[in-house]
């Protein structure tokens, strides 16, 4: 079988395969159509997926099938994404991503809601922690550190932008991504490209639309140090946000911050698919749920 023929039936059987377990249901979102997913019973729990990906990002991992034994688990596809509606226009994007999430959690009449981020998802998580804290009762921002005034205009994010709506992905985000001695060669790159195009459910002027919308998703400092959500962070030691996270450490002390060795951002070392990711998740939900310990006295 020829390579490429080869990457792209794997890709289709790994991303697609898993979401024939759950319905798929809509939401009108202002005027923008949400596709989400709903299943198990308990405290909700919301997993927010990554730029240019979808919510199968969870499922085809097994991070659903998981948390859905103990959690009532909602997860959507982001605006420009997926099966959700794909706006071409940059003001639809940046902080209505944030709202849908308080958009669908009323639509489902949920009060509160565990909030999981992953890359993007995560800077939708720090967004929301500073508009409606008052609707999350953990956060945690998986490999994304949510972006300050000056990341949410870097001139690199037009360009990636770009790259996207010409060729599907952006060749030097994922340089910029990959872990040194792990980037992909052109030869991966062409099929990456190739993949993408194949991808009907994959609208590149709305991904790219997505990046440009960055812009409307600052956060300062100031706003995540305020933050009194319990949050969490986790990353691994070869993501590119390494650095990110630990200054959100740095910035807000009382956040729990985990790092996954040998763990990379997206790509066969990439977080969403570490078992630990899953495991960090639950301990530290479990561990908020704990009545505070009884004070003791000496008389």
């Known amino acids: ?51 240019t990906s979808n919510l199968e990002s969870w499922t085809s991992r097994g991070v659903v099938d998981n948390l859905a034994k103990d959690f009532r688990v909602i997860a959507f596809d982001a605006r420009g994404h997926g099966k959700s509606d794909s706006p071409h226009d940059p003001a639809a994007y940046g902080r209505q991503q944030a709202l849908d999430v308080v ?13 999981i981020g992953f890359s993007l998802g995560s800077s939708t998580v720090a967004q929301l922690l500073t508009l409606h804290p008052e609707r999350f ?9 949510g972006r300050s005034p000056k990341e949410a205009n870097n001139p690199r994010i037009e360009t990636e932008a770009a790259e996207i709506a010409r060729d599907c992905i952006s060749r030097s985000r994922a340089m910029r991504q990959a872990p040194a001695g792990m980037k992909p060669t052109e030869e991966e790159i062409q099929q990456r490209i190739a993949a993408c195009r194949a991808d009907k459910s994959f609208d590149p002027l709305a991904v790219a639309a997505s990046l440009r919308g960055y812009k409307d998703q600052a956060v300062t400092a100031e706003q995540m140090a305020a933050v ?16 990110d996270m630990q200054e959100l450490k740095n910035t807000r002390p009382g956040m729990k911050l985990v790092l996954l060795e040998g763990v990379s951002h997206t790509g066969k070392t990439g977080i969403q698919g570490d078992p630990r990711l ?3 998740i639950r301990a530290f939900i479990a561990e908020q749920r704990k009545p505070p310990a009884a004070s003791s006295s000496s008389y």
């Open 103 to 115: 958009r669908i959690l009323d639509a489902l009449k949920i009060e509160r809601a565990h909030i």
């Open 278 to 280: 899953v495991s960090e």
């Open 228 to 243: 009194k959500v319990p949050t969490m962070g986790i990353v691994g030691t070869l993501d590119h946000t390494l650095k």
């Open 1 to 51: 079988m020829h390579p490429l023929i080869r990457f792209t039936t794997l890709l289709l059987c790994f991303t697609a395969a898993p979401a024939l377990a759950y319905e798929d249901k809509y939401l009108d979102a202002n005027g923008v159509k949400i596709r989400y997913i709903d299943t198990g019973k308990g405290a909700a729990i919301v997993l927010l997926h990554g730029g």
């Open 137 to 145: 009762l953990t956060g945690v921002q998986v490999a994304g550190a």
